[in-house]
């Protein structure tokens, strides 16, 4: 056998994935909060490099503004501002702060305050008593039977329920300050099992009342609040401010960034220049390389976002007009053609972000929804529209005769979107949406059936 060796010549094409390369991808993807801690973090280590975003609102402008009402003649100044920021009203005290000044002044001898703050330590968000009673008795240095008195001066705290030990008590509680607590009541929070279980007419036995005066019990304990603490400490609704503003001229819709929280690159060449001149010239010229990297990849990051928000606000006119019910349905191969980027492009763009329509805020996400077999040319045939329309059916049914996934398959249907019921039960899923039989059990426990 002869070996020998030989030699071929050919062109390729590779994609290498450089630190920089990733780091414009990243970019892609991150909201403006997210970009003004990058950049921040980016200015630590670079001398010649700053971050600034248009001041907001002074708080005397902001109030003159607000005082003006929806229609007042101030004129915002030419800096944008948050209207969010505008609108958050003040963060009310937590539990804890709220009881402790109520103990300052039901307690004022320093060592009952001093017990009392021994059930204010075990006080759970919720509102009820988180450790046993014999516990909390032994940390205060009490006998059992003054810490069952103490305890029931301790619960005369408002709002009433707190410091309860079980959910019956909760309410008890509660009934007891509004002047409910008859023996009809007490014996329907005796029963809260067959409450649960819809048995209404073991209810009325054991209340020994008739269905009527059960209903009217019933919609007393419907009032009342199981956690009366989580009013205090309930998480905010903290939804950040929109990358992406869409408003109506009269060109038409116009997409816009939302400049007062987008943060722009500042370079210090001054300092740069003068650093030049001595020995760190190399240095220098690797900050300020980085620095104009950067700009220019926040640039390309701001133009790809804005091309692609206004694609999506071109083809989701409907939407912008008349709401969820008219989305369209559009998938990330459509804008990424129009626009001339590659799907991952826009798919990077569309995870984060979020664009601020007459119809709410909402994520760029949202506007992307599969298309559904439709009777005709219909254009709101799209999963997210079926989805809203069934929102709309159960929201509009008869408490006493819910829809089941079957009759609200046919509607739809007939209104000239194809789907079948296993579709209907998969989005009511998605939707947190009980079924018939639930919501039928639900309407028959709040006296609407």
């Given amino acids: 056998m002869q070996l020998q060796t030989s030699q071929h010549f050919g062109q390729r094409q590779s994609l290498v994935v450089t630190a920089q390369l990733q780091r414009a991808i990243c970019l892609l993807q991150m909201t403006n909060t997210d970009l003004q801690g990058f950049i921040e973090k980016e200015a630590e280590e670079n001398p010649f490099l700053d971050m600034k975003v248009r001041e907001k609102l002074t708080p005397e402008a902001r109030r003159e503004l607000a005082a003006s009402g929806p229609s007042g003649g101030v004129k915002a100044p030419a800096s944008d501002f948050d209207f969010l920021e505008m609108r958050v009203a003040a963060r009310p005290p937590s539990l804890y702060a709220h009881v402790s000044d109520q103990f300052n002044v039901m307690f004022p001898d320093p060592r009952e305050r001093a017990m009392a703050e021994v059930f204010l330590e075990a006080l759970e968000p919720s509102g009820w008593l988180g450790d046993e009673l014999d516990l909390l008795a032994q940390r205060a240095g009490l006998d059992p039977e003054a810490a069952d008195a103490f305890l029931a001066r301790v619960q005369q705290v408002e709002p009433a329920g707190l410091f309860a030990r079980s959910l019956a008590e909760c309410l008890e509680l509660q009934a007891r300050d509004k002047g409910w607590l008859s023996a009809e009541f007490a014996a329907l929070l005796a029963n809260l099992d067959k409450l649960a279980a819809a048995d209404l007419k073991g209810l009325s036995r054991a209340c020994s009342c008739t269905p009527e005066t059960l209903r009217t019990q019933m919609k007393r304990l419907r009032s009342l609040d199981p956690k009366p603490g989580a009013q205090f400490d309930a998480p905010t609704d903290n939804q950040r401010s929109p990358d992406l503003i869409v408003r109506k001229s ?52 701001n133009k790809t976002s804005l091309q692609i928000g206004a694609e999506i606000a071109r083809r989701q006119t409907a939407f912008l007009e008349h709401g969820p019910a008219h989305i369209r349905p559009m998938i990330l191969r459509d804008v990424a053609e129009a626009v001339g980027v590659h799907e991952s492009t826009v798919s990077r763009v569309t995870s984060g972000l979020m664009m601020a329509t007459p119809q709410g805020t909402f994520p760029l996400k949202t506007f992307f929804s599969a298309a559904l077999g439709t009777s005709d040319d219909d254009a709101n045939g799209s999963a997210a529209a079926v989805r809203h329309r069934i929102q709309q059916l159960v929201r509009d049914e008869p408490a006493d005769a819910p829809l089941s996934d079957d009759a609200i398959a046919r509607i739809i249907t007939s209104e000239g979107t194809e789907l079948a019921r296993r579709t209907v039960a998969k989005y009511r899923d998605m939707l947190k949406i009980k079924s018939s039989f639930q919501r039928r059990r639900e309407a028959l426990l709040n006296g609407a059936a």
């Fill in 250 to 301: 009269a060109e038409g819709w116009l997409v816009d960034l939302n400049r007062s929280t987008l943060p722009t690159v500042v370079i210090d060449d001054a300092s740069a220049r003068q650093m030049n001149r001595t020995e760190a010239r190399e240095f220098v010229s690797d900050r300020l390389s980085s620095a104009r990297w950067l700009r220019r990849a926040i640039e390309h990051r």
